[in-house]
């Protein structure tokens, strides 16, 4: 199976909101609600943020939100903040897991 | 709260065999599925394959022919061996815990990390 498709980098100011989108197949994406985001920062483990498509463990802010249309997943982070500095990936299954490539969200 | 801690060796030769552990403090290998995944240096993240609470596994279509995940309950550790390593295979690799018991993916708790480097 493919990689799912992210854009490389993202950017935002403080306050602001960003979407980052990922964009997979019917064979994944689009037919199953098992897509998952993930922060990372440098030298770190990822953080689980949204499963589900659009459901957030206990402990991972409300500014995260995720959504689904089509075969193109997208998590939506409102009212920046530094912190939220770090490379996202997803995840949705395709008869196996499959991540996408990343996108690094940069603050203006 | 669960965490992981996962060892083993950090160089290895191309051809050589890749072998890591990851031990459970504060769960149960058998509920959740326990995962292995992986980071090349500035690349994205792969999933290699899974054990789950029934010790069955299930891999990655791509490194299916040269993985094996399995576990030692008594020990509460589970662990990956990577066959026929080459260069390609640098990377961090990842132990991780499902957040849903007995539900596969949404890796929500993970262990430190490894890196591993392939040279000769």
């Known amino acids: 199976q493919s990689a799912l498709t992210q854009p490389a980098s993202v950017s935002g100011s403080p306050g602001q909101s960003i979407t980052i989108s990922c964009t997979g197949t019917?064979?994944?994406?689009?037919?199953?609600?098992?897509v998952s985001w993930y922060q990372q920062h440098p030298g770190k483990a990822p953080k689980l943020m949204i499963y589900e498509g659009n459901k957030r463990p206990s402990g991972v802010s409300n500014r995260f939100s995720g959504s689904k249309s089509g075969n193109t997943a997208s998590l939506t982070i409102s009212g920046l903040q530094a912190e939220d500095e770090a490379d996202y990936y997803c995840?949705?299954?395709?008869?196996?897991?499959?991540f996408g490539g990343g996108t690094k969200l940069t603050l203006l | 709260q669960v965490q992981l801690q996962q060892w083993g060796a950090g160089l290895l030769k191309p051809s050589e065999t890749l072998s890591l552990t990851c031990e459970v403090y504060?769960?149960?290998?058998?509920?959740?599925?326990w995962s292995w995944i992986r980071q090349p240096p500035g690349k994205g993240l792969e999933w290699i394959g899974e054990i789950n609470h029934s010790a069955t596994t299930n891999y990655n279509p791509t490194l299916k022919s040269r993985v094996t995940i399995s576990r030692d309950t008594s020990k509460n550790q589970f662990s990956l061996k990577l066959s026929s390593m080459t260069a390609a295979d640098t990377a961090v690799y990842y132990c991780?815990?499902?957040?849903?018991?007995?539900?596969?993916?949404?890796?929500?708790?993970w262990g430190q990390g490894t890196l591993v480097t392939v040279s000769s």
């Open positions: 995840c949705s299954y395709a008869g196996s897991w499959v």
């Open positions: 019917s064979g994944d994406v689009g037919i199953y609600n098992l």
């Open positions: 504060g769960g149960s290998l058998s509920d959740y599925y």
């Open positions: 991780a815990r499902g957040l849903i018991v007995a539900r596969p993916g949404t890796f929500h708790s």
